[in-house]
């Protein structure tokens, strides 16, 4: 799994980044192309702001996207109900191409978000 630069700074606001096992992520720094992208992504991803919603957070979530995309990463993992939301409505609007599909731990458990076409949002 990815760990982003942007993820690290958020974490270490409230405890060390270096308390955590690590050996199992691959640290992926906000560069230059995350950046332009980013930039793109901030108008619509920006629509999708509820009015509660802090405007900082909603610039790192966007940060965060940009960079999956410019990696082609196809999921992104969140405990954020509200960045999920975000995700999956600029999915749904379909103007931007290779959004990752969003995974909320705090829903439970389904390997359909895996499956093709990530069926797991469907309600059965």
Same mark, same amino acid.
């Given at each position: ?6 993820? /690290? !700074? ?17 640290? @992926?720094?906000? %560069? /230059?192309?995350?950046?332009?992208? +980013? ?5 619509? =991803?920006? +629509? ?10 909603? @610039?790192?979530?966007? @940060?965060?996207?940009?960079? #999956?995309?410019? +990696?082609? /990463? ?8 509200? #960045? ?9 609007? =379909? ?21 093709? =076409?990530?069926? =797991? !949002?469907? %309600?059965?």
């Amino acid at each position: 799994m990815f760990l982003s630069t942007i993820v /690290i !700074s958020e974490f270490e606001v409230r405890q060390r980044i270096t308390d955590l096992e690590l050996h199992n992520f691959i640290v @992926k720094p906000f %560069n /230059i192309e995350d950046a332009i992208a +980013a930039g793109r992504l901030f108008e619509q =991803g920006f +629509a999708t702001k509820m009015p509660s919603e802090d405007r900082v957070a909603v @610039k790192d979530d966007i @940060k965060l996207l940009a960079q #999956c995309m410019t +990696a082609g /990463i196809g999921h992104f993992i969140s405990d954020d109900a509200a #960045c999920a939301r975000r995700v999956t409505a600029l999915r749904t609007m =379909g103007r931007v191409a290779s959004l990752p599909y969003a995974i909320c731990t705090q829903e439970s458990f389904s390997d359909a978000w895996f499956a093709e =076409g990530n069926q =797991g !949002s469907l %309600n059965l």
